[in-house]
C-alpha cells in the first residue's frame, strides 16, 4: 500500500481520472498521484495487453504511460498534477481519428 | 540564428550542477539543460524542497547535496528544467524540448552528464503491476514523501541497504528482505579492501545498516539461487529458492535492485565510443582524463560514463569543465592542469573504494542472465529469454539482429530495461565475449519528440540536423 509519510501542511487539488474526480496533493507528479490514490492499472501493453504500473520513477522505463488532456503517451511521473488535469489510461495501441475537416486539410 | 553557448551540459545532477558552477565562474557562457523539475538528479533529487520537511531518514549525506544544488542556483547559469534532451550530433548540436516545443542549440563544448538508472532485473514476473525498482521507491520516498509499505525488498548493492536502512528509520513496515549478494562475492572482494581503507567509515556504515536489518524483527533471507514473481493481474507474492527448496511469501509490493548502470543513451546516439565493463557488468563510455569522449568536443562524465557515484561524479563535473574550458581557450592548459589538480586528488581518493564495492556487489549470473524461457528480457515489446534464444539460435550475429527479427529493444525505453540483459545474453548463448556481441546501435530522437514539433522546428541554413 502507498502511504503518505508526511508531516507538513498539505495542499490539495483536483484532478480527473478515468472520468472520476481524484482530490490529490498539489506538487506531486501524476505517477505518484495516482499510486497514492490506489490506481493499479496505468496501461494496457499494445504486445498482450498486460496491466502496467510505473516500474522507474524517473523517466526511463516508459511503463507509467497515459493519456493526459488527450495527448497519447506521456511519462506520467515527468509531469506535476494541475487542477482539472484529465487523465486516462492508456489501452494497448494508440489510434488516429482523422476528422472530415482535417482529412481535406491534408 | 540558432543560439549557440560556449558550453551546453545535459543532466543537473552532481556531475552536471558541479562542471556548471566551475564553467560560470571562468566566463563560460552556459546552457544547462535537465529532465526533472529542480536540480539535484536522482540522487539529490528534491533535496531543496525536503530541506523544510524533518526528514532525518534521508541521511545527512543526501541533505548535503544541498550544498551543491546552492551553488549551483547561486552561479546563475542558464538553467532549463523539464527539458528533455532527444538529441546531441557531431558539431555540438543538441536538440530538445520544453514545453511542447523542440528547440536545436549549440554548444561549442558540450557535457552529458546522464547520471545513472537501475540495472534491469529479469526475472519471471518482474512486470507485473505492483513491482518497482527500489530505487523508484526512493524516488516517491524523496520527492513525494510517498512510502510503499509491506512491500519485499530484493537485491544487492550499497543503495539496497541504505534504502531498507531508511524505511526502517521512517518506521515503514516491510514485508521481508531477500538479500541476493553472492556469497562467493565476500572473497573476491578481500584483496580489494586494503586499497579501500580509507573508506572505512563508509564502508562500516554499510556494515551497519545490514547489521541493523538482520536485528530488525523483518524477515531476512539470504543464499538465494532463483526468484519468482507471482501473479494474473498484480503482485501476488514471491517465491525464492534456497538450496534446492522453493518457498513462497505473500506480498503485493516488490521492489527489486542490483545496482545502478550508466544511462548512456543520448552518448551513444551521439556516436561516443563505448566498452565493455566487466567488473561493473556493464558499458562504459570511453573517455580521457579530461572526460573528452570519440566525439569532438563531447564529453560525458559522472555516473553517465562510468559509476564511481555521487561525489566522484561531482569531482568528475569539474575536470569535465576544465578540459571544456582549456579547448575554449578561457584558460590555458597549464591553468588547467593547475585548477584540476585538487579535483583530481579528491577523485583519486574518492575511487579507491570502487573495486571492493564492484567486487563485493557484482549481481550474480543468474540475475543478470535470465534462464526461463517465459522470463521477459524486452519490456515494451514483450519479448521472453526464449524467443531471444530463438532468434539467436537462427544465426543471428547481435543485439541490431535481434531487434530486427524479435523487436526486442524496438519499443518506448530503447533498450533502457534489455539492452544489458540482450548483450549478455547472446554472449552466452554464442559463448562469445560481450564486447564481441556489442550494444544496440541508438539513434535519435533518444526521448519521443512529436511531429509537429520537429515539423515546427526553426532550422538556420547551415544546420545539419
Known amino acids: ?4 509519510v508526511t508531516s507538513g501542511e498539505v495542499q490539495t487539488i483536483t484532478i480527473q481520472f478515468e472520468g472520476e474526480t481524484l482530490v490529490v496533493r498539489k506538487g506531486l507528479n501524476v505517477a505518484a498521484a495516482l499510486l497514492e490514490a490506489g490506481v493499479k492499472q496505468f496501461r494496457e501493453t499494445p504486445v498482450s495487453g498486460q496491466a502496467r504500473t ?5 523517466g526511463v522505463c516508459f511503463d507509467c504511460l497515459l493519456i493526459i488532456d488527450g495527448m497519447h503517451n506521456q511519462q506520467s511521473c515527468m509531469i506535476e498534477v494541475a487542477e482539472g488535469m484529465k487523465i486516462e489510461r492508456q489501452l494497448g495501441m494508440a489510434t488516429i481519428e482523422f476528422n472530415a475537416s482535417a482529412e481535406q486539410g491534408l | 540564428m540558432t543560439d549557440t553557448f560556449d558550453l551546453i551540459i545535459i543532466g543537473a545532477g552532481p556531475a552536471g550542477m558541479a562542471a556548471a558552477e566551475l564553467a560560470a565562474k571562468h566566463g563560460a557562457s552556459i546552457l544547462i539543460l535537465d529532465e526533472q523539475a529542480r536540480p539535484g538528479g536522482q540522487i539529490y533529487r528534491a533535496v531543496e524542497i525536503m530541506a523544510n520537511r524533518n526528514r532525518v531518514e534521508l541521511g545527512d549525506s543526501y541533505h548535503a547535496g544541498l550544498t551543491l544544488v546552492n551553488a549551483f542556483r547561486d552561479s546563475h547559469v542558464q538553467y532549463i528544467p523539464k ?7 557531431q558539431g555540438g548540436e543538441v536538440g530538445y524540448s520544453f514545453d511542447g516545443t523542440a528547440h536545436i542549440v549549440i554548444g561549442k563544448q558540450v557535457i552529458i552528464a546522464t547520471g545513472a538508472q537501475e540495472r534491469p532485473f529479469p526475472i519471471p514476473g518482474w ?23 509491506d512491500a519485499v525488498f530484493a537485491g544487492c548493492g550499497p543503495l539496497f541497504y541504505l534504502v531498507i536502512h531508511q524505511y526502517l528509520t521512517a518506521g515503514i513496515p516491510i514485508k521481508a528482505v531477500i538479500d541476493l549478494t553472492p556469497k562467493g562475492n565476500y572473497l573476491k572482494a578481500l584483496p580489494h579492501l586494503f586499497s579501500a581503507l580509507p573508506a572505512l567509515p563508509k564502508i562500516y556504515e554499510g556494515w551497519k545498516w545490514k547489521r541493523e536489518i538482520i536485528k530488525s524483527n523483518v524477515p531476512y533471507f539470504s543464499d538465494v539461487s532463483d ?36 544511462n548512456v543513451n543520448i552518448s551513444l546516439a551521439a556516436g561516443c565510443k563505448s566498452s565493455w565493463n566487466e567488473d561493473q557488468a556493464c558499458w562504459r563510455i570511453n573517455v580521457d582524463d579530461w572526460f573528452q569522449s570519440s566525439v569532438k568536443g563531447v564529453r560525458v562524465t559522472g555516473d553517465g560514463a562510468s559509476i564511481g557515484g555521487a561525489l566522484a561524479a561531482e569531482q568528475r563535473g569539474r575536470i569535465a569543465a576544465v578540459g571544456a574550458l582549456v579547448q575554449l581557450e578561457k584558460i590555458t592548459a597549464t591553468e588547467g592542469d593547475h585548477l584540476a589538480a585538487p579535483y583530481k586528488a579528491a577523485l583519486a581518493a574518492e575511487m579507491r573504494v570502487r573495486p571492493f564495492l564492484d567486487a563485493l556487489f557484482k549481481p550474480s549470473d543468474t ?7 517465459n522470463t521477459i528480457v524486452c519490456r515494451c515489446e514483450e519479448v521472453t529469454v526464449g524467443q531471444v534464444r530463438q532468434v539467436v ?3 543471428c550475429a547481435g543485439p541490431n539482429q535481434l531487434k530486427s527479427f524479435s523487436r526486442c529493444g524496438m519499443g518506448p525505453c530503447q533498450g533502457r530495461f534489455c539492452g544489458l540483459t540482450v548483450s549478455e545474453l547472446i554472449s552466452e548463448t554464442l559463448k562469445k565475449p560481450v564486447s564481441a556481441v556489442g550494444y544496440y546501435r541508438l539513434r535519435p530522437p533518444v526521448k519521443p519528440l512529436l511531429l509537429q514539433e520537429l515539423a ?10
Open chain 2, 227 to 262: 526468484l519468482k514473481i507471482l501473479g494474473e493481474e498484480g503482485v501476488t507474492g514471491i517465491s525464492y529458492k534456497q538450496g534446492s527448496t522453493w518457498k513462497t511469501l505473500d506480498a503485493s509490493h516488490i521492489l527489486l535492485h542490483q545496482g545502478v548502470v550508466p
Open chain 1, 54 to 58: 510505473p516500474f522507474c520513477m524517473m
Open chain 2, 393 to 395: 539460435g537462427m544465426g
Open chain 2, 367 to 373: 540475475f543478470r542472465i535470465p534462464q526461463h524461457d
Open chain 1, 1 to 4: 500500500m502507498f502511504t503518505k
Open chain 2, 83 to 89: 527539458a528533455s534532451v532527444w538529441q546531441v550530433s
Open chain 2, 456 to 465: 515546427n522546428l526553426k532550422i538556420t541554413k547551415g544546420d545539419s540536423l
Open chain 2, 127 to 149: 512486470t507485473l503491476s505492483g513491482v518497482m525498482t527500489m530505487g523508484a521507491a526512493q524516488i516517491l520516498l524523496k520527492e513525494s514523501e510517498l512510502a510503499i509499505e
